[in-house]
Nanobody
Framework: QVQLVESGGGLVRAGGSLRLSCAAS????????MGWFRQAPEKDREFVAA????????NYADSVKGRFTISRDNAKNTVYLQMNSLKPEDTAVYYC???????????????WGQGTQVTVSS
């Protein structure tokens, strides 16, 4: 099973930017779709963005379209989430996820990292 480790979270003011990283173990990284999800206090975990194994396909939640960009570097076994124009409502724990199947990834059946906290102050 793939191991995922997120980093890059922190405290930022509204309008600011952060870049999250997720380092994955294993030799099959390029075969896995990767995604970012987030969970705010007392709310369900929600989809943020996903990218296919080759990087040719991406998908975003409507709430982050135009502000967040997901990318991956298969040579480094790493997926990124560039977050711009951050809003207080983006505050959450952000989780990285991996699955070979796109649909199962989006349905939250993938492997999970431990999460990284993002806090956006107003």
């Amino acid at each position: 099973q793939v191991q995922l480790v997120e980093s890059g979270g922190g405290l930022v003011r509204a309008g600011g930017s952060l870049r999250l990283s997720c380092a994955a173990s294993g030799r099959t990284f390029s075969m896995s779709a990767m995604g970012w999800f987030r969970q705010a206090p007392e709310k369900d975990r929600e989809f943020v963005a996903a990218i296919s194994g080759s990087g040719s396909r991406t998908n975003y939640a409507d709430s982050v379209k135009g502000r967040f960009t997901i990318s991956r570097d298969n040579a480094k076994n790493t997926v990124y989430l560039q977050m711009n124009s951050l809003k207080p409502e983006d505050t959450a724990v952000y989780y990285c996820s991996a699955h070979r199947d796109w649909s199962l990834l989006l349905s939250k059946f993938g492997s999970w990292g431990q999460g990284t906290q993002v806090t956006v102050s107003s």
